[in-house]
Structures are given as C-alpha cells and as structure tokens.
C-alpha cells in the first residue's frame, strides 16, 4: 500500500469506530446528528470538496458529486445512519480499487522483471559496473555466471548455458558458444561469457519488449470501447431515472415526497459503473501480462480478444512449421558407388557455393574440403553446379540439370530436394536435403483444430507442390496452397478473407522477415520471433518468443480464459446492478444494499479480472 | 508530434476515460490515448503548437480529475 491508501485505511477505521459510537452512544435529538456528521466528514471530506470542485468546473455527471448528493440527502432526511454508511464504503471501494489497480501494476512489473540493471565492462583493465544504458555498439561486456545478460551481442569468448524462459517461456537452457548470438534478458548459467555488444540498451531485446507489453494496453479491445461507451451513458440515464423517480411517482399517486425522493438517492449510489470500466482493461492487462509470461508477446488487448475468434488460421511453412535448416536426410548411391563416395563428390562440386544446399552438404560431411581437387566449377541457377573433379566432369543438381547433360535419373518421390550426382556422365546417386519439421507441428495443428476451435486451417508455400502437399498432409493441414511468391500468398490470404464469416478471425503465421505484407493483411499477425528476428516482432501483432507452433493454441486458450472473465464481470454487474435498481425503486432495498452491493461487486470484478494474471493451466514445455 | 506522458495519481479508470476524451476535443488535437494501467498519456498534436497544446491538456486534466498529475518533462 502506498503511504496515501494507507492514510485512507486509516481515516475509514477511525471513521467506523466513530460511527459505531455514534450508534450507541445515547444523546437526545438536539445533540444526535454530530457524531454521525463528524464520522461522515473523516471518512468523506474529500469526496465532498472533490465535488465542490467538480461542480465549480462543470462536470455535473461526476461520481464524487453524485456520491455526496446521496450521502448528504441521506443525512437530511433524517438517516444519519445510512448516510454515513454508505460514505464509508463508498470509499472502501475505491480504497480496494486504488489498491488493487497497484497490485497488479506490480504484479506485472514483477513478471516482466527482465530489465537488466547493470553491465560488466572492462574499464582501464578493471572490470566495472555501468549502467547498461552507457554500452556502445561494439563494446564487450562480461556476464558472469548466475547474472542476467544486459544487452544483445555475440558471444566472443566462453561457452555456458543460458536461462532464456523470462522471454520465451522455455525452461530448457540453450547452449551458447563463442560465435553464438545472446539476447538481453536472458540469464547466463554456468559458465563467464565475454561478449561483443551488437545493439544499445535502448534497440535491444529486451527494452523493446518492455515497451511493446506496457504500451499493449493502450490497444483497446472491442468490449472495453464497449464499456467505455456504455458508462458514458449509464451514469446520466441513472440521474434523470434518479430525478423522475423523486418526482414523477408522489405527483401521480399522491404521495409524499421524502420516500420517492429516498429510493432516488438510491439510485444515485449505483450510478457509478466504475467495477465495469475497471474490472475490463483489467482483466486484458493480466491475460497480456500472463501470455507474455509464456513467451507470447501480444502487441494488443485488441488481439487479444480477436484471437478466440479465429476461423480461419494460414501458415507458411518454412521457418514456421518446419524448422528452416537444410540438412542431408538420406543418401541414395547407385550400384557400386559407396555413401560416403556420393557424399563426398558431392560436397566438393558443390564446395565454391554458397547456397544452402552447399551448406548443408558441407556440414553432413564434416571433414576438410581440399579445393585444389576442383577446377572449371560452373553454377547454373535453377540447376546445379558442374565441375572437375581430380579430372572427371561431375555434374551435382536437380532433374533439370541431368536431363541436359542426357543422364537419366529415377524419379524421386520426396518431400525434400533431390542433389542427383553425375560422375563421367553416369549417374552416381543422389541425396535427399530435407528441412526438417518441427517437433511440435504436428501437434500444434491438432490443438488449433480441436482446442483452438479453428475451422480451417490453411498452408501457403512457396515450395514445391509434391513437397507441401506431403506435408500438409503429413500434418493434418486442411488446405494446401504451393509454389506461391510472395505476391501469390497476399492474394490467397484476400480470398481466404472472403470466406470467412463476419465476425470470425483470419491469422497468419509466419517467420516475419519475407511475410511482412501477409502479416500486416490477416485480422492477426503472428510471427515467429526466433531470437532476436526484429524484422518478426516489428511486422506482427503477435510474436511468439520460442518459435513453437504449438504456443499458438496456447494463446487462443488464454485468450478465452481472459474473455470469459471479462463477460463474467459484465454479466455480473449489471444484472446486480439491476437488481438493485429495481428492488430501490420498489423501496424494497435500501442505501445500504445499494452501496454494499456496489462495492462488493467492483471487489468480486476487480478480483476476478487478476485471475487472468493466472496461466499455470498453460504448461511450460 | 506524438508524444507520450507519465501520468500520477491516476487510480480510476472512468476518469482516464473523461480524460481522454476531455483531451481529444481540445482543438488542435489530432488523437489522444490514456492508458491507465500502464500509466501513459499518448498526444498527437500539431509540431509547432505542441507545447502551447500540452498546457491546455494540463487545465483540462485538472478540471477533469484534479488529484491526477501529468509529468511534463
């Protein structure tokens, strides 16, 4: 509690005592009234010169006016009582409020207590803490074990294993080594890491995901514009339904004023919708809160809530299904020609390249390549490479390629690329690069079909059309979409746009760097931050830290949970603040089941939006 | 210029709101945005009026909700 909210507690115990003294302390009429006034004033003196204030500057529909109204009619028509009452918790109300709109501030401060304080840097051959702010690009800083890493960089010197789950809810450490990249934020675990800082404090990793969290809450949902709008007209509908009720029933059925005139200040009390207004940001602050505790970084309470609604979800595959890294799966020589032989020919025809086919060939080898045994490479774009080998024209690439130098190659039937090898012009074998598929995919399209409740879910690539429609089916994809550029997955996500009812959901799925448009086009974005891919978490609306396609059902889980709670508390209040209306004007309730329930049920709905803080229903894989 | 505040003492969310929008009708105001919970006050307002403007926004702020402060730095 801040020093004010504790002076508050205080001034609303002395008060209660004074009222409860006031209530059996036995003084004739005359005297009566003062202990009661001297109750109201501790508790509500500043609500009744808020209201002084309010009206000086015309804000007439000002809950502290409206408050003090009721409160001091009360006191005029004789129910000292009640009109102390219902002061005290009034202000226990927005004591509870104050207090609790800190605790969760806090609470996700706390959870998102990523900021690094400080940074090692050698100074003068010293090793000095500065504030990371001070680190420029291309200083090295050193992260001793067990210390949070402050800024982005590369690693120049150590090896060790990180704790990465504050940003991507990963509990499994990775291993860094020198030549490795590190993002701030992370905790080094085991060993010291010297490290070449890549971006200043202000750019990196971390600060933009502080940012990027605190200001989310400025994206409004939907049912917070709703809200908004609705207190705007429910406090003023409730002061004239207050006025009519004071006057219009004793001028029709002749009765006395001073009753109707006591049920309108009840009114009055409930005039206030303040639970709703609160309890509803507040509920999305703790589900963005909570989903980035995943390693779900959602830009938007917006997004948020739009992402229950998902009808239709596109994916794109590499990067974002499969794994994005090339490797050699399987290798096919002919007769007479060993793996190993096929293996190594092939790496060195192809060893001048830099494509990635090149890579991967290189790292499946594994061993030195001596270039001098290469001459004459020729790489033709679209087909492979040819060159001479120890003086034998080798040719390395795809159907293409053999079928222009006459050598007849057997169909291959994969989902990955075929590297056919011509020795002498006699075919040699080939070898199967696959991107691998990752580990979760398969499991994260069935959670979006059965928990996700996504009616269809789609594939757009770029890639080969046997190849994605193996993997499609592989996965359990719905509709696959191939040999697509870019321009093409715009168009296909236009008309998937079309298809969709009005109030359902379109999101994207992709690695960011090549999706941007496709991104920026689907109701929701959601990328695949990877660590450190800024092009990912600037383009996205919604950036899921660890790249695992399955957090996507996660998100949609907590996205329920945080709609589900934000009705509850509509539903809740308003039927009870019905109620209430009713049974006042029926003068059946009273000031103090007004107020009571007023403020109970802004504490029940403040309480209940804090829950969808609470995602320990989401395992951490 | 978009610029964004500090804001103080700002514990209720109906007030943000009356704020906000007490805000966006001062004129030469493109948009204002009032996040409660994470404390901040976006501006958007012509470069040259900016400061001129953000005095405006303070008045409004204290007739609107005199016990909340915006730091103006």
Redesign the interface.
């Known amino acids: 509690m801040t020093k004010k909210q504790k002076k508050m507690l205080l001034r609303i115990i002395i008060s209660a005592v004074v009222l409860v003294i006031a209530v059996l302390l036995p003084l004739n009429a005359y005297l009566k009234p003062f202990p009661f006034v001297a109750a109201y004033l501790i508790c509500g003196w500043d609500v009744l010169y808020g209201a002084a204030r309010k009206i000086w500057n015309r804000q007439w529909f000002d809950e502290e006016f409206l408050m003090a109204l009721a409160t001091v009619g009360a006191f005029a028509s004789g129910e000292y009582q009640e009109g102390v009452a219902v002061m005290l918790f009034y202000q226990v109300g927005e004591l509870f409020q104050s207090y609790a709109v800190g605790r969760s501030r806090r609470s996700i401060a706390g959870l998102m207590d990523i900021r690094p304080d400080y940074a090692n840097i050698m100074v003068d051959g010293t090793l000095t803490q500065v504030d990371p702010d001070e680190v420029k690009i291309g200083d090295t800083i050193v992260v001793r074990a067990g210390e949070k890493i402050p800024l982005d960089g590369v690693v120049t010197e150590g090896t060790s294993t990180v704790d990465t789950s504050a940003l991507t809810g990963e509990s499994v450490p990775r291993e860094v080594e020198s030549g490795g990249d590190v993002i701030s934020g992370c905790i080094n675990l085991t060993g010291v890491l010297s490290i070449r800082v890549s971006k200043e404090f202000g750019e990196s990793t971390v600060a933009k995901i502080l940012d990027l969290v605190e200001n989310a809450s400025s994206k409004k949902a939907k049912s917070e514009n709703f809200i908004t709008k609705f207190a705007h007209w429910y406090t003023p509908s409730v002061v004239i339904a207050a006025v009519l009720l004071a006057f219009l029933p004793p001028l029709i059925l002749r009765q006395p004023l001073g009753e109707w005139i006591h049920r309108a200040l009840i009114f009055l009390v409930i005039s206030c919708p303040c639970a709703l207004v609160i309890s509803v940001p507040l509920s999305f602050f703790g589900g963005i809160g909570g989903a980035s505790k995943c390693g779900i970084l959602v830009k938007g309470s917006n997004y948020l809530e739009a992402l229950a609604k998902t009808e239709i979800i596109a994916m794109d595959k590499t990067g974002t299904l499969t794994q994005g890294s090339f490797e050699v799966t399987e290798l096919h020589p002919a007769e007479g020609v060993s793996e190993q032989e096929l293996l190594r020919v092939c790496t060195l025809a192809e060893s001048y390249s830099n494509h990635p086919i090149s890579l991967s060939l290189k790292k499946a080898y594994g061993k030195e390549i001596d270039p001098k045994q290469v001459s004459q490479v020729e790489e033709i774009s679209g087909h492979g490479v040819k060159a001479v080998i120890n003086g034998v024209q080798v040719a390395a690439g795809n159907r293409r390629l053999m079928e222009s130098i006459g050598v007849k190659v057997p169909l291959v039937k994969s989902t990955g690329t075929v590297v056919y090898l011509a020795v002498g012009g006699k075919y040699s074998g080939y070898i199967l690069i696959s991107d691998q598929l990752k580990p979760d995919a398969r499991e994260a399209i069935r959670r979006l079909k059965t928990e996700g409740r996504v009616k269809k879910t789609v594939m757009l690539t770029g890639d080969l059309k046997p190849v994605g429609e193996a993997i499609g089916k592989e996965l359990g994809i719905d509709e696959v979409f191939t040999e697509l550029l870019p321009v093409g997955k715009v168009e296909k996500v236009e008309s998937l746009l079309k298809q969709k009812s009005s109030k359902g959901v379109l999101a994207f799925v992709g690695d960011g760097v090549n999706d941007a448009p496709v991104l920026t086009r689907a109701d929701i974005g959601i990328a695949m931050g990877g660590l450190g891919s800024d092009a990912a978490i600037e383009a996205a609306d919604i950036v899921i830290m660890d790249d695992k396609p399955s957090r996507i059902a996660d998100a949609m889980a907590i996205s329920r949970k945080t709609i589900r709670i934000v009705y509850q508390n509509i539903v809740f209040a308003l039927a009870v603040k019905a109620l209430v209306l009713i049974l006042g004007a029926f003068g059946i309730a009273t000031m103090w089941e007004a107020v009571f329930a007023d403020v109970g049920v802004a504490v029940i709905a403040i309480l209940n939006a804090m829950r969808a803080l609470n995602v320990k229903f989401i395992e951490k894989k | 210029m978009k610029k964004t505040f500090k804001v103080n ?1 700002l ?4 007030c943000a ?1 009356k704020l906000e929008e007490a805000i966006k009708k001062i004129p030469g105001v493109n948009d204002a ?1 009032m ?6 006050l ?1 501006v958007e307002a012509e470069d040259s009026q900016f400061d001129a403007i953000m005095k405006e926004v303070v008045k409004v702020c204290k ?2 909700e ?2 909340c402060e915006i730091v103006l730095k």
């Not at chain 2, 514990?11 to 109906?14: F, G, I, S, T, V």
């Open positions: 003492d514990d209720c969310a109906h709101a945005a996040n409660f919970l994470a404390q901040k976006m007739k609107v005199p016990d």
